[in-house]
C-alpha cells in the first residue's frame, strides 16, 4: 500500500474520524467505570462498538445540517463536537449539564453543533427529523437533516408514515439505521419477516442502502454522496449500517455472550471493532505510528479526565430550576 | 369592529398571521379542498400556494411529528383535525415529544406549533366522532390549551398561539361554527390565561366551556326570568387557566356548577370543581356540581344523544336545585339546527 | 358464447353475485331518496358504484369468516346477508337497528354472519383483523379473517406495523383494499410518490395483487382462491381492489363532475359499472333475461320497501338504553 | 396464605389463569426475554411455549389492535408495556376501539383483552419514562382500570380481569415490584370496584393510589406519633371507583388529601376531590387538599427529582397543616433503594 504524506487532508480526515471514535470509545469506557459509584444515576446506552456510524455520519455531514438521536445518543453528542463535560455533567445530574439535568443521558442535545434533540421513546424523532426537512425545504436553507434511530424504530409506524411523507415531497433527508441487530433482546428475526432493512420501505418509493457501519471511512464517504445529492434536490435515503453492539441493552455490563446473542457474535464483533479496523488503516495507508496512537489515547484521556472533573465540580440545579423551562414566557 | 361567523374568524386569523409571518404553514387532510374544514380554511391554498397550505397523507402520528420537527426547523405550523378524536393517533408525538420539548431539553429549544381540531357533535357522529379530549391535554404540562367559543376568541387565541413560542392547542366546536360574533379590525391577539365572564351574576357561578357556554346562556336566561341570577365564567383558556376570575366568582357567589363537551369523570370540570374545594372552600354554600357527557360512550339515535349532552333545560334544573328549588316549567330548548351530512 | 343450462351452478352463483350487487345498490339508492326526509341522521357513505367488491368477497368467503370494514360498510353488511331491516333501523337510530341505535351507519355489524364490526377511524380495523387472524391461528380454527379498508388506510402506521406481524406469524389473513381513488378528495397521488397500492409493504414481505374490484366474478374468484391458500396455511396476502365512487365521499349526493375528480372519470366508472358488466354476462353467457332482471328488481324493491317499513314502525331505544352496554355485567 | 414478591404475584396469577385456561396469552416487548419484565413474566415461555408467550414488534398501536381483535377471536390477552408513556401510541386502538367495543355495536361483542404497563421512577426515567396515565383511562368510559398496590391486588385484579368480558387495564408501579406480601394460595380473584382502607383513621382521610399508599402510611405513622390518626383509603380500582367508601371515609373524618402518582391537574386527584365537593360537602372541614407530580415535565436530577414527587415527608406536611398545626421536625424519609440500570 503506498504511503501518504504526513499532512494530506486525507489523512487528516482519517486521524479525525479515528480520534471521534476513540472519544466516543474513551468516554463511554469511563462511564462503564464510573457506573457502580451510582454517580451517574441514568439508563446509559453504550454505543461501544457502534462508533464508526456516529463518527463517519456526524463528520460527513456540513456543520450547519440537523440530526436527530436516540436515548443512545453519546456517540452522536460527542461526534458532533459538543461540549464533554457537558455531556458528563448531564449524566450526574447537574445544572451544567447539556439539559441543565432535566433529560438526562437519554436526552442530549447540541443545536449549536445541529444536534436537536435524543428521544427515548423508539421511533419518535423520525418524523421530527421529517418535518424539520420539510421546513428546510419550505424555508430554502441548505442544511439536510439526518434521523438516526436503531433497527427496532422500524418496527414502529411512523417510520412507514414519515418516509412517506419525505419521499412524497422529496425532503432532504436522510434515514440512518443503526443494525446493531438487536432491538433489546430481540433479533430482527423475531420481529420481520424480511430483514434486510434497507428494503422496509421500498414499497413506498424510499431508496435504500445497506453498508457496513463498522468501517468508518465506508460510512463517510456514503453519507458524504448522499448528502451532497440531497442537497442538490435528490430524493430521500435510508442507509441501513449494520453494526454490533458490545455491550448489553442498557447499563455499564456486557452480555455479549448471553443466550439469547447470535452465534459467535462475540469474534465477529471483535474482528468487526471500527477502532481496531481503522487503526490498521492509518497505519497502513497513512503511516500513523503506534506512537502517535499512544499520544492520542492519551491527549483523549485527558479530556475525558477533564470532562468528569468538569462534571464532579459541577453544581446541581438548584430548586428554582423545577418550574423552569416549561413555557418560554413562564 | 365587524360581525362575522367563527368560521371566518379562524380563517381571517391565520390569513392575518400567514400575511404578517412568512413561516406560517397550515397543513392537514382537507385543508385546501372545497369543503376547506367547515370553511376555516377557505381560500388558503389559493392566496399563500400548496407550499404553505397543503393536504397530508392520513398518518396523524407521523404529521404531528412532522409539524413539531418542522416548527424547530423555523416554520409555524397550523395542523388542523377535523375531528378532535383522531387526536388519538398523534398522542405519543404530542404528549412525549413536543409537550416535552423545551424542558426535556433544558429551555434549549421551544416547539411553536399549533394544532386545531374539532369536536363533533350530533347527526349520527357517534362513538369515534364526537370526543373531546381537553382534559388529557390539561393533565400532562407542556401545551397551551385554548376552547374559543365566540368568533373573537377563536381569531385571538389562534393569533395569540401564532406568536407563543411553545406548543398550542385549540379545540373547537362545531356548533359554533356557524355562529357569528364581534371581531376587531385587524384581529388582535387574546391572552392565554383569562377567563371571560360572560355574564354577571351573584346567585351562583358557572364555569362552562365552548358550546356549553351557549347553553348555558340560555339557561341563565330562563333562571334569570325565575329570579335567579348566574354569573357565567368561560375559562376560554384551559392551560394556564385562570383561577382567579373563577375563585373570585365563587366566592362572590358561593356556589358552583361546571359544565363540560366532555365527560365528568377526570375532566375539566373536575379540575375546576377540585380547585374550588381547595381555594374557595369557606366561601362555598353547597355542593360544587358538575356536568358533561354522561358517563357512556356516545350513542347516535337521537333520543339516547339528547339524554347524553348537558341542555339549557338540564343545566336550568341543576341550578334550581342547587338553590333548593324546583325547576319550573317552561326551560328553553336551544335548537342547535345542525345538519349534516358530516 | 355457448349457453349454459338454466340450472348450473355457475348460472346460480352469477345470480347470487348480480342479485347481492342489486341488494346493495337498490338499498342505497333508497338512502338517497330518504335522506331529505331528515330520517336518516348520520353521515352516510355510500358504495354505489363499488358493489363488486362487497358482493364478490363476501360470497367468496365461507360462512364461518370473519370480516372487518369501515364507515362504508352498508355493502360489506348487506352481501354477508344480514338482515337489511335491522340496517334501515340503525340507520334511523332505532332500537331494532343491528347495534340497536348506538352506532349508527358508521359502525355496522353482524356477528352471526361474520361481520365483526366497522369502525370510522381510518385503518383501525386493520390490526384488529389481523389479530382474530392471530386468534384462529392460535386455536386452530379454520377461518380466515378479512380486513377491507380504503386507499387513505394505507397512509396509517398501523397498516405496515399490521402486516409485518401477519406475515411474521404467517396470519389467515386477508388484506382488502377498495381503491376508489381517493381518500374523501384526495387522490392517491397527492398522498404517495408510488402509486400501485398492492406494493406499500412489499418491503415488508407482503404479497400484493391488484385486480379489477369492478368485475364481481375476478374478485369472488381471486378471494376463493386466496382464502383457499390461507386455509392450507399459506402467507397473507393483500388484495388492492380498483373500483370507483360515485357519490361524494359522505353523504346522498353525487360529485363525481366535481374539480377534484379524475379528467373523464364519469364516463370510465360508468362503463366500469359492475352491476351493469354482470349483466351483461348474466345475459350473454348464462342466457339470463330481461324479464329475469326485472323480477328480481321488483323482488328486491320490495324488500328494500319491507326493510323501510320495518325501520320507520320500530321504536326508538328508550332511556334506559343510554347507560346499557358500556360493561357487560353493569 | 404465602408472602410473595409483588412481581411474583403478578407472575404466578397469570400463569395460574393459563393453567385453567387456554386462551389466555401473554405478548409484549421483552415478556419472553431473560429479564421477563421485571420478573413478572419469568418462565412463562418455557412452561406455555411461544405460541402463548411470545415477543412484538415494537409496534405499540398495531399490537394494541391485534390483542383487541384476539380477544373478538376468542383469546384472553395479557399485553404488556414495560412503561407506561408507550401506552400513547396504542390510544387510538384503547380508546376509539376497545373501550368502545361493546357499546358502539350495541352490546353483541365484549373485548376481553387486559394491558399491564408499569410506572418508571427514578434512576433517569426522565421526561419519557415516568408517566402514569390513569386519568386517561378514568376520563374515557369503557375500560375497566386498577391500580395494584400490594402483591395481592396484583394477583387480585389480574385474575379478576381474566375472568372479565371487557377491557381491563392495570398500571403498576416499578417501585412496588420487589415489595414482599401476602396473598392467598391458590390465587383468587379481586372484584373490581372496592377500595381498601389500608389504615383506619379518624381525624382524615388520605386517598392515595399504587405507590402513594406506601408514602402515605410511612406519613400516618409519623402523624400517628405527633397525635393525628389518618385514615388511608386506597382505590386499587379506579373504574369502577368504590365511591361509598371514600366518601364513607370523607364523612368520618372531614377532611381530605388525595394523592396521586401523576399530575394533578384533571388527575385522579381532581376526581376524588371533586367527588367529595359534591358528595360530602355537608361533612368536609375544610379545603380538600391534593398532590401529585409537579405541574411540569420529570426532571432526571436527583434534587429535582426529589422535589417532584409527593413523598412521606410532604406527605406529613400537608395533613399536620390541613389540622392547623406545625409540621415538627423528623419526618421519615423513605429510600426506596432503587438502582437502575433501568
Ligand atoms: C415506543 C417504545 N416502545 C418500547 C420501548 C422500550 N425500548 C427501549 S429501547 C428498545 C429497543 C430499540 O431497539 P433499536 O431501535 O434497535 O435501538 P438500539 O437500542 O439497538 O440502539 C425498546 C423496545 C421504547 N423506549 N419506546
Ligand atoms: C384516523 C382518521 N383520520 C381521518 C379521518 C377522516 N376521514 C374519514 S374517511 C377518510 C378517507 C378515507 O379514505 P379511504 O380509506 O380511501 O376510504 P373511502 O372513504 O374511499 O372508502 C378520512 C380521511 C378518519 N375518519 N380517521
Ligand atoms: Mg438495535
Ligand atoms: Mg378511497
Not at chain 2, 244 to 251: A, C, E, F, K
Request: a positive charge; charged letters at 20%; one cysteine or more.
Amino acid at each position: 500500500m503506498k504511503k501518504k504524506p504526513r499532512f494530506s487532508p486525507e489523512r487528516d480526515l482519517a486521524l479525525r474520524l479515528y480520534r471521534t471514535m476513540l472519544e466516543i470509545r474513551l468516554a463511554e469506557q469511563r462511564i462503564v467505570t464510573i457506573y457502580p459509584s451510582d454517580k451517574i444515576q441514568s439508563p446509559v446506552h453504550l454505543s461501544i462498538g457502534q462508533e464508526g456510524i456516529s463518527a463517519g455520519l456526524c463528520l460527513a455531514l456540513a456543520p450547519g445540517d440537523h440530526l436527530y438521536g436516540t436515548y443512545r445518543g453519546h456517540g452522536l453528542y460527542l461526534a458532533r463536537g459538543a461540549d464533554m463535560g457537558e455531556m458528563f455533567a448531564e449524566l450526574y445530574g447537574k445544572d451544567s449539564g447539556c439539559t441543565r439535568g432535566k433529560g438526562g443521558s437519554m436526552h442530549l442535545v447540541a443545536p449549536h453543533v445541529g444536534l436537536m434533540g435524543c428521544s427515548a421513546i423508539v421511533g419518535s424523532t423520525i418524523p421530527v427529523a421529517t418535518g424539520d426537512a420539510l421546513a428546510a425545504k419550505t424555508l430554502k436553507k441548505k442544511y439536510v437533516t439526518a434521523a438516526v434511530f436503531g433497527d427496532g424504530a422500524v418496527d414502529e409506524g411512523v417510520f412507514f408514515e414519515s418516509v412517506n411523507f419525505a419521499v412524497l415531497k422529496k425532503l432532504p433527508v436522510i434515514y440512518v439505521c443503526e443494525n446493531n441487530k438487536y432491538a433489546i433482546h430481540s433479533k430482527v428475526s423475531d420481529r420481520h419477516a424480511q430483514t434486510v432493512v434497507a428494503k422496509f420501505a421500498s414499497g413506498l418509493g424510499l431508496r435504500g442502502i445497506t453498508i457496513d457501519g463498522d468501517d468508518v471511512f465506508g460510512v463517510y464517504k456514503t453519507v458524504l454522496r448522499e448528502a451532497a445529492a440531497l442537497r442538490r434536490g435528490g430524493a430521500p435515503v435510508l442507509i441501513e449500517m449494520t453494526t454490533h453492539r458490545w455491550q448489553e441493552h442498557v447499563g455499564p455490563g456486557s452480555d455479549i455472550e448471553e443466550y439469547y446473542r447470535h452465534k459467535g457474535e462475540k469474534s465477529r464483533a471483535q474482528r468487526s471493532d471500527p477502532l481496531s479496523r481503522a487503526q490498521s488503516v492509518l497505519k497502513k495507508k497513512f503511516g500513523v505510528t503506534k506512537d502517535d496512537l499512544v499520544a492520542m489515547q492519551a491527549e483523549i484521556t485527558a479530556k475525558v479526565d477533564g470532562a468528569v472533573a468538569f462534571a464532579e465540580a459541577a453544581p446541581f440545579p438548584g430548586p428554582q430550576r423545577l418550574a423552569a423551562d416549561t413555557f418560554a414566557s413562564a | 369592529m365587524k360581525t362575522i361567523k367563527y368560521s371566518d374568524a379562524l380563517r381571517e386569523a391565520v390569513a392575518q398571521a400567514m400575511d404578517a409571518d412568512p413561516t406560517v404553514i397550515v397543513m392537514g387532510i382537507g385543508v385546501d379542498d372545497h369543503k376547506a374544514i367547515f370553511g376555516s380554511t377557505k381560500g388558503l391554498v389559493n392566496r399563500f400556494g400548496p407550499t404553505r397550505v397543503f393536504d397530508t397523507p392520513i398518518s396523524e402520528a407521523a404529521m404531528t411529528g412532522i409539524a413539531l420537527g418542522a416548527s424547530l426547523g423555523g416554520l409555524r405550523p397550523v395542523h388542523i383535525h377535523i375531528r378532535a378524536d383522531f387526536l388519538y393517533l398523534a398522542m405519543d408525538q404530542i404528549f412525549n415529544m413536543a409537550a416535552k420539548w423545551r424542558t426535556m431539553f433544558g429551555g434549549k429549544m421551544g416547539a411553536p406549533l399549533v394544532i386545531r381540531a374539532v369536536i363533533g357533535r350530533s347527526w349520527g357522529q357517534g362513538a369515534q366522532h364526537s370526543q373531546s379530549l381537553q382534559s388529557f391535554f390539561m393533565h400532562v404540562p407542556g401545551i397551551r390549551v385554548g376552547m374559543p367559543t365566540t368568533a373573537a376568541d377563536g381569531q385571538g387565541l389562534l393569533l395569540s398561539a401564532l406568536k407563543s413560542s411553545d406548543p398550542t392547542i385549540l379545540i373547537e366546536h362545531r356548533f359554533l361554527y356557524d355562529i357569528m360574533g364581534e371581531v376587531s379590525e385587524p384581529a388582535v391577539p387574546t391572552p392565554f390565561g383569562r377567563a371571560i365572564v360572560r355574564r354577571e351574576g351573584k346567585d351562583l357561578t358557572i364555569v362552562a366551556n365552548s358550546y356549553m357556554v351557549v347553553e348555558s346562556l340560555k339557561a341563565a336566561e330562563f333562571l334569570s326570568a325565575n329570579g335567579i341570577d348566574a354569573e357565567i365564567v368561560d375559562p376560554i383558556s384551559l392551560v394556564p387557566l385562570d383561577q382567579n376570575t373563577i375563585l373570585g366568582s365563587v366566592r362572590k357567589t358561593g356556589r358552583l356548577l361546571v359544565i363540560d363537551t366532555s365527560w365528568v369523570t377526570c375532566g375539566m370540570s373536575a379540575e375546576i370543581a377540585a380547585l374550588a374545594a381547595d381555594q374557595a372552600f369557606s366561601s362555598l354554600k353547597g355542593p360544587v356540581r358538575r356536568m358533561g357527557m354522561a358517563p357512556v360512550t356516545c350513542p347516535v339515535s337521537k333520543p339516547l344523544e339528547k339524554l347524553f349532552y348537558p341542555t339549557a333545560e338540564t343545566i336550568a334544573a341543576e341550578a334550581f336545585a342547587m338553590l333548593g328549588r324546583r325547576a319550573p316549567a317552561g326551560a328553553p330548548v336551544l335548537d342547535a339546527k345542525f345538519k349534516g351530512p358530516f
